[in-house]
Nanobody
Framework: SPDLVESGGGSVEAGGSLRLSCAAS?????MAWFREAPGKGREGVAL????????TLLDSVKGRFTISKDNAKNILYLQMNSLKPEDTGMYIC??????????????????WGRGTQVTVSS
């Protein structure tokens, strides 16, 4: 199974930007970002559909976050702009080799990274 290694997290002030990366050790199809905040469950943030290239984004990050992928290198990116304190959490990369029908649901993914922490201060 592929290893997923995230990087790029850090601490920023509200309004700042961060770019997260997730490197997959083997080719995969769909990749996504989830996040986990203290006291909250894991939620899907952004999904990259390798087949069509059309992203799915959590409503609260639309217009601020952009997901992209370098297929040649198997690296997934999440560009996060205009960050808010409520974006604070552990950002976790997920992947699957399923060929179609993948949604931004935890149950649709079989491979997970360890996460990278994002902290946004007000």
């Amino acid at each position: 199974s592929p290893d997923l290694v995230e990087s790029g997290g850090g601490s920023v002030e509200a309004g700042g930007s961060l770019r997260l990366s997730c490197a997959a050790s083997q080719p995969v199809n769909y990749m996504a970002w989830f996040r986990e905040a203290p006291g909250k469950g894991r939620e899907g943030v952004a999904l990259f559909d390798n087949g069509r290239g059309l992203p799915t984004l959590l409503d609260s990050v639309k217009g601020r976050f952009t997901i992209s992928k370098d297929n040649a290198k198997n690296i997934l990116y999440l560009q996060m702009n205009s960050l808010k304190p409520e974006d604070t959490g552990m950002y976790i990369c997920a992947a699957t080799r399923r060929a179609s029908g993948v949604r931004l649901w935890m149950s649709d993914f079989g491979f997970w990274g360890r996460g990278t922490q994002v902290t946004v201060s007000s």
